[in-house]
């Protein structure tokens, strides 16, 4: 049964996928070595003034904290070609132009993780853009408040899926 609020999919391709797959592995291998680090660092005495035993939990949180969202990520990634779609939908680049101005821009809509695999700049459906043009279609002009106050308007050229 759906709610109608479950997030769009991520779309990752077969490349993209493996990659953070790899990145996972990696994480998950490195486990015992930082584990050892805090145990050596423990047996260091007075914990309180460690710092290389702070520094050591400091990594091993963020370590642990980029699994679970990688898994999160992996579980429920769509692989493979997102399908065409008629309106602005997350995984897909973007052209616009600012009413203001006659350049334009073309960007990714899509998650940080992607990022890595493009040259393209990547603004995320959750941000103030992003929420603006999702939907959208060719020639139609949004409006949204930049982080100044300021009230943007953007006209939709063009948008295509994100073939990685």
Known sequence: MSTGNEAPA??????????????LDEHIANR?????????????GDLRENGGYHAAREEQGKAEGRIRYLQELLRTAKVGEAPTADA????MVVTIYFDDDTNTETFLLGSREIAATTDLTVYSPES???KAILGGRAGQTCTYTAPSGADIKVTVVSFEPFSG
């Not at 991520?10 to 990145?23: F, H, I, K, V």
């Not at 015992?32 to 680090?37: L, M, T, V």
């Not at 602005?88 to 995984?91: A, H």
């Open 10 to 23: 991520t779309w990752l391709s077969q490349d993209a996928y493996d990659r953070l797959q790899a990145e």
């Open 32 to 44: 015992p070595a930082i584990a050892a680090e805090i145990n050596a660092r423990r047996e260091e």
């Open 88 to 91: 602005v939908s997350p995984g």
């Open 128 to 130: 103030a853009l992003g």
